[in-house]
């Protein structure tokens, strides 16, 4: 089964680094079946867009809700589609941690997304915190519903799911590694996510990706697990030959 493979660049890449990438990108990706989108800062877009025939789709990172006005900073759903973006991800928990998204501005965005014809790749995800209090599902849940609230049947088959568990997000420093979940751990996860997705959206088969700290070495392992459709991929998909590695994944 083909798989989707998302990288999150975060605030990294300036036009000449990503044109760096590419050269070498090219020297290690196959021709595959997989959907590869890469989400590259607003700036470094139109060289990711030029790029393209390497075999991927250009995302984005962030979007506002409002459709123009007095938003100092930020960039409309109708502008991404304007840079030729396709994909956006809301809902990451930088996002939510630094800047303070909470479940109804989340909501709010993806339905702006949704309405401009963008394919929203919606994160949710738990803190050690909450994992260690036994409130993974709870968590989960109420991200989940309050985030996909009030969104229409059609906009709903234009949304993918990323479980990224905080705790296992990379910090960015490669000696600080940060712990990846078990197999069964993501599982069990990605299980109950279906199970909300037949509930709540009575769609049987969104597609869910795992993200965090998922790379070159543990990817194998992880796009095997039952309900697994891909990865959100951010420290390493920074590196082409780590990078192309997920991409080529074929089984
Ligand atoms: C992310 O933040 O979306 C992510 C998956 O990061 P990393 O792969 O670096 O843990």
New binding site residues.
């Given amino acids: 089964m083909s798989k989707m493979i998302v990288a999150?660049w975060?605030m990294n890449m300036t036009s000449a680094q990503a044109n760096e990438f590419f050269d070498e990108y090219a020297k290690h990706i196959k021709k595959t079946k997989n959907k590869v989108v890469i989400c590259a800062p607003f700036t470094t877009m139109p060289t990711v867009f030029k790029r393209r025939r390497l075999g991927f789709k250009l995302g984005a990172q962030n979007v506002h809700p409002a459709e123009n006005g007095t938003h100092t900073g930020e960039i409309s759903a109708k502008m991404l589609v304007d840079a030729k973006v396709t994909s956006v991800?809301i809902g990451?928990?930088?996002r939510r941690a630094q800047f303070g998204e909470c479940n109804s501005f989340i909501n709010a965005k993806i339905k702006a997304a949704v309405a401009a014809g963008l394919q929203v790749i919606f994160?949710i995800g738990e803190t050690a915190d909450e994992r260690e209090m036994g409130k993974t599902f709870e968590v989960l849940k109420k991200q989940f519903i309050e985030g996909m609230a009030d969104i229409g049947a059609e906009a709903k088959k234009n949304i993918v799911i990323?479980y990224?568990p905080v705790w296992?997000?990379?910090g960015?420093d490669p000696n600080k590694p940060?712990p990846t979940p078990k197999s069964a751990e993501i599982a069990e996860v990605h299980a109950f996510i279906r199970k909300l997705g037949k509930k709540q959206l009575k769609s049987s088969r969104i597609p869910i990706l795992y993200?965090?700290?998922?790379?070159d070495k543990n990817f194998k392992e992880i796009f095997v697990i039952e309900n697994v459709d891909g990865?959100?991929?951010?420290?390493?998909?920074l590196v082409p030959s780590k990078f192309a590695a997920m991409c080529n994944f074929n089984k």
């Fill in positions: 999150n975060k991800i990451h928990s930088e994160c990323a990224e296992a997000i990379s960015g940060s993200g965090g700290s998922a790379n990865a959100l991929v951010g420290g390493a998909s």
